[in-house]
Each structure stands twice: as C-alpha cells, then as structure tokens.
C-alpha cells in the first residue's frame, strides 16, 4: 500500500474540524482537506481524490455513512477507505460500520497526539 | 331419685302408722288408771310418749337416710368451689406469697405464660418479673398489708424477655388472730386480646393497600395472612392460605435464593431486604422485614409492590441524561484536544504557570469525561441495552488477574494488592469483563483510600451456596450516616480524603447494577478507623446447575 498523504475529512463541528486539523498537520504530516457537510465534501471528493475519508457519523443532513455510500457511487473515488469518527460509543453502530468496510471506527473524544498513529495504524492493516 | 322420694314417703307414713297404733294401744290399756295416776301419771305418760315419738322418729329419719342429703349439698358446693378453683387455675397466673413477700408457690400457667420454672421463682422476690420495677411492688405490697385488695394492671417480664402485659388482682389473707399471713396474686395475661386487637387494626389498614402484604411464620415460612391483593396474585382464600407455607408457591431454587436474600433480616445484620423481580405482570420490589407482635411473636413481612412506574420514570431520566451526555461528547472533544494540544508544547511553549493551569483544564475534562461515560454505562445497563454474555469463569483467576492489571494504579497510591492463596478454583456463572470492572471499581476504591504502605487483601470466601469475593482495606472506614446511600448513584463519602483526584460517585451504582444482573449481591462491612471489607458474592456454578431452565418467577 502506498504511503498515506491526502486526507478527506468531514464533521459538522467547527472546532472539531480545528483540533483535528491541528492534530493531523501539526503531530502528523497529512494533506488535510476539509468540509464542514456531506454535500460540500461530496462536491469535491472527485478534486480532491484523497486516500482517505475521515468521516464524522451524526452530521445533519447527511450522516457520515449516507456520504460514503454515495461517495461508492463515484467510480473514479468509488474504493477510497474510510475511517469514522463517532461520539456514540455503542458497540452495534461500530459493529455495523466495520462490518460494511469501515477501516476503523474512532470514538470521541479521541487524543489528537495519537490520532495521526490511529489512522496510520489501520491504514497499514489494508 | 323417685326411688328414694318413695322410700322417704313411705317411712313417714309407716311413722304415722306406728305412732297413732302405739299410741291407741297405751291409752287403751292405761285408760281406766289415766285419771288415778294423776297429774304425775300424765307427765310419766307424755314423757314415755315423747321419747318413743322421738325414737321412733330418729328411727324413721334414719331409714330415710337424712345425712344422704346433706353429704350431696356438701359435695355439690365442694365441686362448685373445685370447679372455680380450677377455672382460675386454669384461665388465670396464680401465684402464692410467704408474710416476707417471697414466692412460696406458682401454678402452671405462670410457668406457662412466664417461661420460669417454678424453682427459679420459688423463694424470690415477685419484683424479679416485674418489667421495670420503679417501687412498684413495694406500693402494691403497701396495700395489700393493709388488708386491703389491690388491682391494676402490670407489665411483666417473661424469661426469654419478652413482655406480658396483665391484669392482676392481689388478695391478702390473715390468719385467725387477724395477722398478715400471705396473699394471692392472680394475674390474666391481655397480650393475646391486645394482640389480636392490634392485628386486627393493622390487617383493616393493610387489607386494602394496592401492595401485597404478606405475613409468615420466618422459621416454617407458614402463611399467617395476606391481604386482598396478596390473595389475588396467590388466588387463595385467607382459609386456604393459613394451611400454606410461603414456598409453596416458590420452585425450589426461588426458594433457596428467597432464604438466603432474607438471611441477614433474620440474623439482625439488617432490617430490611429488597428484592427486585422481574415478573411477567411486570417488575416489582419485595421489601421483607422482621416484625416483632405486642405477644413476642416474630413474623416476617413481605410487602410486594409494582415499581413498572417508577421504573418508567428512572428510565426517562436515564434517557434524557444518557441524551444529554451524549451531546457532551462532542464539546467534551473539543476541549480536551486542545488542552491535549496545548499540554504537550506542539504549539508553543507556555509558561510553567500556564501549563500548570492547563493541566488542571486538562485533568477536569477527564474527570467530566469519566462521569459522562459512567452515565451511559449504567444507563444501558439499567435499560437491559447491555448484555450480559455470561459463561463459567473461575474468580481465583480473575481475582489474580484484576490485582495485575490494577498493580500499577496501586503503585500510584502506595498500597499494595495481596490475593490470598486459594486451592480450589471458585467457579460462577459470570460474564467476565463486568465481573473485573466491578473487581476494578472495589479495587480502585480501597487503594485511593488506604493508607500509604498499607496493603489491600483480595480473598474468596466459601460461604457454602455462594463465592464472597472480598477487597479489605485499612482505610478511615464509611461514617455511618454515608452508608445507606453508599451505592446510589453520584454517592461520595465526605470528610473522607482520598489521595489521588476523587472518583465519578457512580462506580458503586454500576458495580451493583452489574451483580445485580448477576443475580448476586453486593455489600460491605466497615468500621471507622479499621477499615472497610467490600465484598459481592455469587452462586456456585456446580449450584446453578442449567441456569437456562430455572422457571420465571412464579410469585413475589
């Protein structure tokens, strides 16, 4: 697998976007991009074409999971891993991530010094 | 008795007979020397005839047997005063004293009613049976010496120590030259009659509460009532419950669970047991306590009461808060991050006053963190949403495994965890991971409380139908006013310093939740400045047997 460079991230929550950023740039060297909604992020997936998709669950509008399946519609970007990110701990709605594909589920609130290996971590597993 | 009225008559009539013959014979014989004789011949003449009158009357009283009669008047008044004697003897505590006051003789029924054989009493003072004896025998003796009687009522103590109440009437008796000489005392036991007059009150008040009451005998466990509703769930009669034993209507294992849930009521350790069943007609709670009649007599109680809207309740609540909880993960990030961000330098340097402030910041949300995520456990473990995957684990290991993986937090605290050898593996029914948060919780706790150097012994009892897994500190011990609400939710002991930062205040709600959930208990013993031994027990494995065919509660 190639290294990981570009990131496509999305969450509704402006600081969590900021933190993230921070996190990601900051203690990790990422190509971060991103989008504060669904439509927006799925506007410019196809531009971006990131490695990865980095995807909060309960987003207004469009949740994390409507995003990705949409985004497998794309065929150019149809087979882009994703990694979410979730406040709701509960073992089924992980379960039921991982068992559509999901990369990784990350529970928040996560540790932006070791969110960076998190990622890297399940992206060295594909 | 026509017999002997016949015989009576024909006496008397042979009498008459007899005299006027007698009579008829002598004046005709005498009647021509009557007038010579005299005034003298008359006197010797009415003599002779009033003594054979007299004769033959003795004769004929005596063949009419007179002493018959009077022996049946005598023997019926003796009957009549044995008989009420014997009522007395029979119906009332009797008891004799000596001129000193001293107990010279008790009947059965004291011994009966008081529980002392008569030669425990015999020869002591009466006040040695009074309840308290503030003068009172001394005033009661006071009237009685007099001559006079005395009545009134008194409370008297058995010898097990229970109280009898009676009425009690004290009659002096003097000897023929008028002296003092002794009294009786006869005393009519009204514990009963107040007894049944309390019952009946309380079984009016009880009879019609939306709860079931039941009440039984706490060693036969035979039912003495149940009230309306108590009667509707078991569908009998009052009639047909009175031959009944509670667990009659228990399968054997509720029965066994049931004896030992109210093992500590019985024993004194506590006053009251609950219970929560999960019924079919929904949950309820079983409070069971240990009453104590006006009579001595013990009775266990058992009051069944449906908690489906209290549960209702407590679920909302736990659904907003579990909700609003939620929510606070996300902001909970943001702050958190950043304080992380901040705390580790990557962007930018601060000052040592700042990064002290930071870490503080940094440290709270831990804690708020900590307390949200507390919440969603007990949460889904209250709403039934966390399922138990319960299969045989051995406590020893686990026991041995928990002081591993908490080495290093006791480290942190300068105490130490010892786990007392045991032989035997200690097999339960148990899911594992539930099982080490609770041993995790207890643990923690011993450690932030003990002292520095001191170390905190893990053992598993026997306890013959159960495991006790026990975590024994040295710490200052639970103030008494904290532990009733020790295992409710948000529940810190105050006053108490423990030595790293202070926990969430519902570790010991979700530990209880979760024995719950195993059908186990959890309790503690402590004393102030020893220590605290907290411990949760479980039923053996080789008990349960096929857990998964144990019948649903049938009643209670």
Partial sequence: MAELKTILHVDDDEDILEITRMALQLVDNFDLHQFGSGPEALAAVCEVKPDLLLLD???PGMTGPELWDKVREIPDVSDIPAIFVTAKAENEITDDLRARGALEVVTKPFDPMTLGAQIRAAWNRL | MPKLKALSSLTLVLSDVTIAFVLTLFLSALAPDIEALGSLGFIVLFVVMSSFVALVTVVSLSFAKPNAAAKRVIAARDLAIYLREQALNEHTIVSVSHPDGTIAAVNQNFVEKLGYAPEEVIG????????NDDGEFERVRDVVSRGQIWKGHQRLRAKDGHCVTVETTI????????HFENSISIRTDLSGAMADGAEEGRNAVVEGLPDEVYIYDPETFRLRYANANGRRRL????DEL?????????????????????GPVLSGETDIARLEIEN????VEVLTHLDRGPNGRRSLVSVVRSIEERRAAEAIKLTSVATVSHELRTPLTSIKGALRLMESGVVGALSPEAARMVTVARRNSDRLLAIVNDILVLEKLSSGEMEMSRRPVDLRELLSEAAEANAAFAAQCEVRFVVEGMREPAWVHGDPDRLMQVLANLMSNAAKFSPAGSGILLRIVDRGETWRVCVEDRGPGIPEEARQTLFDSFTQVSGVDAKSQQGTGLGLAICKEIVARHDGHIAF?????????FYFELEKLDRIGSASERPAASVA
């Fill in chain 2, 124 to 131: 002591k003072m009466p006040s040695m049976i009074y309840w």
């Fill in chain 2, 525 to 533: 013993e402590t004393e102030v400045g020893k220590g605290s031994t």
């Fill in chain 1, 57 to 59: 669950v309960m987003m």
């Fill in chain 2, 235 to 238: 569908r009998r009669t009052l």
């Fill in chain 2, 171 to 178: 009659l002096p008796r003097f000897d023929d030259n008028g």
């Fill in chain 2, 280 to 283: 079919a007609a929904g949950p």
């Fill in chain 2, 242 to 262: 009175r031959g009944m034993n509670l667990t009659d209507f228990f399968t054997v294992q509720e029965t066994t669970r049931f004896k030992r849930h109210i």
